[in-house]
């Protein structure tokens, strides 16, 4: 059982970038796929992008497609989520978390993921 913790969350002026990283201790397997989802006060969790782990295929929402970039290093088992000008409406905690039988038509569902991360807070001023 993989357990993942998230770090790199922080107070940012809004058009700044900020990194976070998601890192698995214990196994991915090759057909996981990570996602990072994202609850604000008084929202429900929403999907922000996944990434296939063997494929390196990648997914993101509408709202963050042309900011954001996911990515992994498989040598360190982490997953990363560049966020680029950055908006107060990204204020939110951000998870990451697994899914063992991922596919295109579930990959933005949260209930189809396994293992979740503890959360970090993104915080954005403007």
């Known amino acids: 059982q993989a357990e993942l913790v998230e770090s790199g969350g922080g107070l940012v002026q809004a058009g700044t970038s900020l990194t976070l990283s998601c890192t698995a201790s214990?196994?991915?397997?090759?057909?996981?796929?990570i996602g990072w989802f994202r609850q604000a006060p008084t929202k429900e969790r929403e999907f922000v992008a996944a990434?296939?782990?063997?494929?390196?295929?990648?997914f993101y929402a509408d709202s963050v497609k042309d900011r954001f970039t996911i990515s992994r290093d498989a040598a360190k088992n982490t997953i990363y989520l560049q966020m680029n000008n950055l908006k107060p409406e990204d204020t939110a905690v951000y998870y990451c978390?697994?899914?063992?039988?991922?596919?295109?038509?579930?990959?933005?569902?949260?209930?189809?993921?396994?293992?979740w991360g503890q959360g970090t807070q993104v915080t954005i001023s403007s």
């Open positions: 214990g196994t991915i397997y090759a057909n996981d796929a």
């Open positions: 978390a697994v899914d063992r039988s991922p596919s295109r038509a579930t990959m933005q569902i949260s209930n189809n993921y396994d293992v």
């Open positions: 990434i296939r782990w063997r494929l390196n295929e990648k």
